[in-house]
């Protein structure tokens, strides 16, 4: 979108250099650059504008909402059955189960 802008805007300013008086090249680069330029910009920014706006009513509609904290703030509530818990003898990872440079397979191209 933008390539065309600069396009418009260089065939524009060439315009305004082939201009006998420099009244009439401001005139060519304000009524035939600025406004349609400035114009399509706007219409096509307006969705975007659109969806900018249903985002920011959506997070400010989540900011009102209150958070829940399932310990109601007081996080030694979990801690109290930790005594009790029976630890896991020997390491999780055992020597030997590390992966080798051989063990992943690959997804070839397209999957």
Known sequence: ???VVIAWLY????M???E???VGGVMTVVFYGLVPLGILLFLSGTPERRRRAKREEAASALADQPVRDPDGG????????????VAHPGATVQP????GHRDVDH???GQ
């Open 1 to 3: 979108m933008y390539i």
């Open 11 to 14: 065939v524009v300013i060439l």
């Open 16 to 18: 305004a250099v082939m």
């Open 20 to 22: 006998p008086s420099w």
């Open 74 to 85: 007081h996080p030694e509530q979990d801690q109290d059955d930790l005594p009790d818990r």
């Open 96 to 99: 030997g189960d590390q992966v």
């Open 107 to 109: 997804a070839g191209r």
